[in-house]
């Protein structure tokens, strides 16, 4: 057994998988076939269905992920060869030369600057052009600059201006074998390449986009810096068309759903729009899928507050008016009607495909591939490619970020899981000297200006910055370097440290964003606390944007040292304290959620306390009699149940509920309703939720009138009506519940095709509003109608109305696609109606945690955090999140389990440096603080009638130091004193 | 033990300070038994040529109330200063400029005109100001100049101590001047009352820092249990000393600052500022448009006045520009 | 010729980032603006906005992540109400409210922070240097 496991795929999903075994103690080897890490998520502008700026919210996992000690990234790598068994494989790794030396390359981007060759840039959808050498992004991780040498001319520019001496034309590709217990696989995805689709012209037509590459026109870092404009003309397009379903749903190319078109057409619409406020959007679809955790409102806003126009048809093709380049499109309505409409634009909503390498992966890996040629998983094994080799992301299918973040955790604990008992042997821990006390004594400041090869010093005169430096009070001694982020360097810096006794360093160089831990790691090793360190931005904040203003730029650099060095003064060494942590979890809920989650930390080996407030475990699962694809749910049930009950990791709780929770992170307290007192480290919310009873539809009244769950039920003995009318969308997406449940569709398909199987001659209706049969699950859908199956669909606007007429049933409809009015005749009618939460007010105050509009639990972070709460330690799975399956419950609840090991798996948890604390001298008890702080992180000492900062909880961003009147909060590291010595220095005296 | 000399002194304040004096009471005997009150022009006929008359440090201890608002207030603070050992800025007009510091939004040009010449009541048909000198049969008389800017007593000469208040309470006085008696004064430059702000002593009760809405005093009705500001009124007391025994608030009446700023905080109303506007709304603040905030902060009447009531002349600041 | 001075409080995720992105991007603005990087805008307290114009600064920009898109969930709405409420305030000291400036960047709109900058030295110009308090 090997306590280290591979990543192959360095997307969203590999990070997260990555950074979440690296943190609960597994040495991790991320491969990425391209020269950086970020895969798509990277060339986002915005994300659903928030709009939070994809860039701002991926930057900081793509630098923990760089940085992380026990990350050790293969980039520019393929996979060549695997052997070996679960728990200990090797791989083979061939690393493609990048002809630059990566550990010598400080990604300063002069080569790129003095490069002649221009090459065209797929990540900016080849809207641009690069340099032959070239990083995808600034902030790509490695930020290591590699050659193409299909363009290189090589004409060896780039080795005569490379000051670090990192260009190495004559690198061979080198091949390493890697030892891992576990593999992950999250190769992503590829887009529908729309060539093929002549009929809309792609290629053909300038103003004919694909949607990636419109994300990218969006984006304000792309192409036209964020201008909407048309790629034929530069013109502002007035009207956009959306195509949606192009390369999805299609007989010709992929017959499955992309599960996210929908929801990104409805965004970069939105995105548009607010560009551009006079834009005429309009999305051409089948159905609107937007089933996830907010978009039914996100989709609502769309038209209500947009005005975005959603037309139902699919467009057959696209003309191209030669002259203006506008566009033409015929299309038919569902009324019959042929429109012919013109477009300044059109941006094609193309699918999700599987990478063209996932042949290749699947025969060096062993794993199997369905029809479509993504991974072939099991309902109940959504994240098993096999025995030790698991998946997530869009490997297995067309996915959102949230599902692919949390599959990412899940795979990351089902990997993890083959080799918990290695936890930990494989990790490097930095050993330092002992720290150096410097607190009594006077301020002695070290200050180093970079030259940056000539990135500052051919704009910025370091020397005499250098020498104003010098003059500044406090400041013993003064240094230029050429790189002072090199190798060399760190040691000049350490050498300056000790012979001149310094006890502050100030680097003027580039950003801290990306090289203050470095310049903090090297005066650690010196023996100074590595926040006795200042650093300030004279490169991308001064020489890069006043290059024509040598003189300006100068005396800002000094402006910025001076203000650097006046903070250095008051810097004080900052200590992370650590707590204790209870290494055992807490499940709240016994379903699958709950049940997967509490086996799956017993399995990692952390004892688990699962409460559940009914006499038996299951919770929904045991009104599911089987699965689409044949499964029996009852047998994975008992199976499930004997191995929780089997562990001698877990204790169950039944007929128990929750009366009170005390503590934090690391240390719960909480009390049963049995008056038993459990202590643990974490807890995981898997309450479920429940079918919701409707009252509408004669539901109650009569007896023929049923919920889906009732239908499956009665299937499972035997059903014999002859017409059934199944009706979706039943107090859901309106007044009554606002969100779309997400798994209704489906299941009135998978109970329609049982009726079927059952009952080949009854007749069959499903009325729907948009039918959300989304990724694979499309194939029942078409199954469905091959099956005769009759699909109806209704507008809100013209429910169906169901009446007792001498006892029989007259459902009245109008099938708004044919716009026809039926009366139907019906034995049984089922009705759809979607999922509810529980009453989880009580669970949301005790555990500080909060619910979203419509009842749920909510998310640290909906796209990046789908299982987190904002609060530490706290994490949910399943049906308490929002509505979903079960393979995607599952998924969360082994997410959760990731999550959790990063904080059960340590002994004691460090609490960040730069926190919050209080002076409690000053505190009055005001309690202004409490409610600033999104963590919870402040708490109300009764005794004392002050407020205390839980240095575990906090994450340091000085809200609450900012709102307390009195100035008893202080921030460590931007203390008032601290800040108000830059504003002071900011004017040179 | 000889007599100690004490001094009162009036400048630019209302004349609360002198009656809190007599305010400690009784108390007030045991203070002539131990000290000599050598000038206090409310009480004493004494001049200011006598005052110039005293050797240097002559004065105990003299307690200066009122803000310097003439130059008439700023040489009485040098004479003060010179002719005593221990100089006390005595109430928040001295100690931070107080309710006259507010004048600090206007400048003498905008006073004049608007007292002498602009007020309904006012008859004074050759639009006459106060002038410095003015020659009259009988001679040269001169009047103080009229300052633009309203200053408190430690930003024109050197204060040995700080006792704040509008007035200060007679327990604080008593206290100080026990103090004096014992010898048992803090460091120079303290200020006589609590570090703590004044929530420290305040009896409501305190559930949850969360405000929707703002509302002026006498547009609610106090409970007289929560807290006045989670009632949505603006009290200062979340960044104003202690010491004063919360007497407003038991008036059902919010902090208004005189007991001026705890001792870190460099801008009362800044800080004020900050703390009000980042409770007001905090609930629900994701979904509340650009509007809808202002519309919200709006509610705020005056935050000038109302967050620098006693300290506009200490803070930052100081004053309000003006326009030459 | 008249160059104005300018504070930035950049928070670390969004403008900061952006102000980075701008370097990289070489996108070029005038050399008017110092920045004082915190981690989060929520960190700026009104008082630090008075004592850099006490200091010196003709203007003062507080720049954070776009509302919703906050590092700290939301922390930068409390940069907004907070904003509003110093704005007025400044007005009532005869301060133009145009000296302070809220911005949102988002770390991949380098050419914004770049723009911002510009426009807000331009305006700054047209306003001339800050005066403060005078009078006896």
Not at chain 1, 651 to 671: D, L, M, P, S
Request: glycine residues 8%; hydrophobic residues 35%.
């Amino acid at each position: 057994m090997v306590g280290s496991i591979m990543v192959v795929g360095g997307g969203i999903a590999g990070m997260q998988a990555s950074l979440d075994l690296a943190d609960s103690g597994f040495r991790v080897y991320l491969v990425d076939k391209a020269p950086t890490i970020g895969g798509v998520m990277a060339q986002l502008d915005k994300t659903f269905p928030t709009l939070d700026c994809s860039m701002c919210i991926m930057a900081p996992k793509l630098v923990a992920t760089g940085r992380h000690h026990n990350i050790h990234l293969l980039t520019n790598a393929v996979i060549t060869n695997v052997e070996g068994t679960p728990g200990n494989f090797t791989v083979t790794v061939t690393m493609k030369p990048r002809y630059v030396n990566a550990e010598k390359c400080t990604g300063c981007g002069l080569c790129a600057q003095y490069c002649p060759v221009e090459a065209v840039n797929e990540y900016d959808e080849r809207l641009t052009l690069r340099r032959g050498i070239y990083v995808d992004y600034p902030q790509a991780v490695p930020l290591v600059y590699a050659i193409d040498r299909e363009k290189c001319i090589g004409c060896g520019l780039c080795e005569n201006i490379c000051q670090a001496e990192a260009i190495e034309y004559h690198q061979t590709p080198e091949e390493e074998q890697v030892n891992v217990g576990a593999i992950i696989l999250a190769a992503g995805f590829d887009e529908f390449e729309p060539d093929t689709k002549k009929e809309y012209g792609y290629g053909r037509f300038k103003n004919v986009v694909t949607a990636t590459e419109f994300e990218r026109i969006l984006s304000a870092s792309g192409p036209f810096a964020g201008h909407v404009v048309r790629p034929s003309d530069g013109e502002v397009p007035g009207r956009i068309a959306f195509l949606q379903c192009v390369g999805s749903r299609d007989e010709n190319s992929n017959k499955y759903c992309s599960a996210v078109c929908c929801m990104y057409a409805t965004k970069e619409a939105i995105i548009a729009k607010e560009h551009n406020p006079d834009l005429e959007a309009t999305i051409f679809f089948m159905d609107m899928r937007t089933y996830g955790k907010g978009f039914e409102q996100f989709y609502k806003r769309a038209q209500s507050e947009y005005g975005l126009r959603y037309t139902r048809s699919r467009v057959p093709c696209i003309e191209a008016d030669p002259e203006t380049q506008n566009l033409l499109l015929t299309y038919e309505t569902e009324d019959g009607t042929i429109t012919k409409e013109e477009f300044d634009m059109v941006v094609l909503s193309v699918g999700l495909e599987p990478p063209k390498s996932n042949q290749e992966l699947s025969s060096i890996f062993g794993v199997p591939l369905n029809e479509y040629g993504f991974l072939d998983w099991k309902i109940f094994e959504p994240l098993k490619a096999k025995d030790g080799i698991y998946a997530c992301g869009a490997f297995s299918g067309p996915k959102d970020i949230p599902d692919t973040v949390a599959q990412a955790s899940g795979a990351a604990a089902m990997a993890s899981g083959v080799v918990s008992g290695e936890r930990g042997t494989l990790v490097e821990e930095k050993v330092y000297p002992e720290e150096l006390d410097v607190a009594e004594q006077p301020p002695r400041i070290g200050v180093f200006v970079c030259w940056c090869g000539i990135n500052i010093g051919g704009i910025v005169n370091v020397p005499e910055v250098m020498e104003y430096a010098s003059t500044l009070p406090n400041v013993v001694f003064v240094d230029q370097n050429l790189y002072t982020c090199s190798q060399d360097t760190q040691e000049k810096i350490k050498q300056a440290v000790e012979e001149h006794s310094l006890n502050r360093v100030v680097v003027a160089s580039c950003t801290p964003r990306t090289h203050e831990p470095l310049f903090q790691s090297t005066i650690r090793e010196a023996g100074l606390n590595p926040y006795l360190f200042e650093m300030t931005n004279i490169r991308d904040q001064c020489s890069w944007v006043h290059m024509h203003t040598p003189e300006e730029a100068t005396e800002k650099a000094k402006d910025l040292v001076r203000m650097a060095v006046a903070k250095s003064n008051l810097l004080e060494p900052l200590k992370s304290s650590s707590v204790e942590v209870t290494q055992s979890g807490l499940v709240i809920g016994g379903g699958i959620a709950g049940m997967t989650a509490a086996l799956g930390l017993a399995q990692q080996g952390f004892t688990v306390h699962l409460v559940e407030k009914e006499d038996h475990l299951g919770g929904l699962l045991r009104d599911i009699r089987y699965t689409v694809s044949g499964e029996d749910p009852q047998e994975y049930l008992t199976g499930l149940e004997q191995s929780l009950r089997d562990h001698p990791n877990v204790t169950i709780h039944t007929q128990a509920v929750v009366e009170k929770v005390e503590g934090y992170v690391g240390n719960f307290t909480t009390t049963l309703s049995s008056g038993e007192e459990i202590n643990h480290g974490i807890c995981v919310i898997a309450v479920g939720g429940q079918e919701h009873k409707p009252t509408s539809y004669l539901y109650g009244e009569d007896k023929r009138v049923i919920t889906q769950l009732e239908f499956e039920d009665m299937l499972s003995k035997g059903v014999k009506a002859k017409t059934v009318v199944m009706i979706n969308c039943v107090e859901s997406r309106d007044d009554t519940k606002e969100y779309c449940s997400r798994v209704c569709c489906s299941e009135a398909v998978k109970n329609a095709l049982q009726l079927r199987e059952q009952n080949p001659d009854a007749t069959i209706y499903i009325l729907y509003r948009d039918m959300r049969t989304y990724a694979f699950r499309e194939q029942y859908y078409d199954k469905a109608r091959e099956a005769g199956v009759v699909f109806m669909r209704y507008d809100p606007e013209t429910k169906p109305r169901l009446e007792k007429k001498d006892k029989s049933l007259v459902l009245y409809a109008h099938d708004s696609a044919l716009d026809l009015d039926f009366e139907l005749h019906p034995d049984l009618v089922v009705l759809s109606t979607g999922v509810s939460p529980y009453d989880n007010s009580a669970l949301s105050q005790m555990l500080k945690v909060p619910l979203d509009r419509d009842g749920f639990f909510l998310e640290a972070h909906m796209k990046l955090r789908p299982v987190d709460f904002a609060t530490d330690g706290v994490f949910m799975a399943g049906l308490a999140h929002s509505p979903k399956f079960i393979d995607e419950t599952i998924s969360q609840a082994f997410g959760t389990v990731a999550r959790a090991c990063t904080i059960v798996s340590k002994e004691r948890i460090e609490t960040e440096p730069i926190i919050a604390e209080v002076d409690e001298e000053l505190c009055c008890g005001c309690q202004v603080c409490i409610p600033m702080c999104p963590y919870n992180a402040r708490e109300l000492d009764e005794e004392e009638k002050i407020v205390k900062v839980n240095e575990v909880l906090c994450k340091g961003c000085g809200s609450c130091v900012a709102a307390c009147p009195s100035k008893a909060a202080q921030q460590r590291h931007f203390r008032d004193s601290q800040l108000s010595s830059m504003i002071e220095a900011f004017v040179r005296r | 033990m000889d007599k100690l000399k004490f001094a009162f002194y009036w400048a630019a304040s209302c004349g609360g300070c002198e009656i809190a004096v007599l305010d400690i009471d009784e108390k007030i005997l045991n203070v002539v038994e131990k000290a000599d009150i050598v000038f206090w022009p409310v009480a004493l006929d004494t001049k200011y040529k006598d005052v110039e008359a005293f050797q240097d440090k002559y004065i105990d201890v003299c307690f200066f109330n009122g803000a310097i608002r003439t130059s008439e207030h700023e040489e009485m603070a040098h004479l003060l200063r010179a002719k005593s050992k221990t100089l006390v800025a005595f109430g928040a007009c001295a100690c931070f400029g107080g309710i006259p510091g507010l004048a600090n939004v206007s400048d003498r040009d905008e006073i004049f005109d608007l007292v002498y010449r602009e007020l309904p009541s006012v008859s004074n048909p050759d639009k006459t100001t106060p002038q410095l000198t003015y020659t009259a049969p009988e001679g040269e008389l001169t009047l103080p100049q009229f300052f633009d800017t309203v200053k408190a007593l430690h930003q024109v000469c050197d204060v040995d101590y700080f006792l704040p208040g509008c007035p200060p309470t007679p327990e604080m006085i008593e206290q100080a001047v026990t103090a004096i008696f014992e010898g048992t004064l803090p460091s120079k430059g303290s200020t006589l009352a609590p570090e703590k702000a004044l929530c420290e002593e305040c009896p409501l009760e305190i559930q949850e820092k969360k405000i929707p809405f703002i509302k002026r005093p006498y547009q609610v009705t106090p409970d007289g249990k929560r807290c006045l500001l989670e009632q949505g009124v603006i009290c200062m007391g979340i960044n104003t000393r202690a010491g004063c025994g919360a007497r407003c608030i038991k008036a059902n009446m919010p902090c208004r600052g005189c007991m001026g700023p705890t001792p870190e905080v460099a801008d009362q109303g800044a800080k004020l500022v900050s703390a009000i506007a980042s409770i007001l709304g905090v609930e629900g603040e994701e979904r509340m448009t650009e509007k809808e905030i202002e519309a919200l902060i709006a509610q705020i009447k005056d935050p000038l006045g109302t967050f620098y009531r006693y300290t506009l002349p200490i803070s930052l600041l100081r004053r309000k520009v003006i326009k030459k | 010729m008249y160059e104005p001075k300018i504070i930035g409080f950049l928070c670390n995720w969004c403008s900061y980032a952006a102000a980075d992105l701008a370097g990289t991007s070489r996108i070029q603005y005038p050399s008017n603006m110092r920045a004082i990087r915190v981690m989060c805008s929520s960190r700026v307290d009104p008082e630090h906005v008075l004592r850099a114009f006490v200091n010196g600064a003709d203007g003062v920009l507080i720049a954070g992540c776009h509302p919703g898109d906050c590092h700290y969930i939301s922390g930068n709405y409390k940069t907004e109400r907070k904003y509003v409420l110093l704005r007025e305030m400044l007005e009532q000291f005869g301060i133009d409210p145009r000296r302070l400036r809220l911005e949102w960047c988002s770390s991949a709109e380098g050419g914004k922070f770049a723009q911002v900058v510009t426009e807000m030295t331009e305006e700054l110009k047209t306003l001339g240097p800050i005066e403060l308090g005078a009078g006896d």
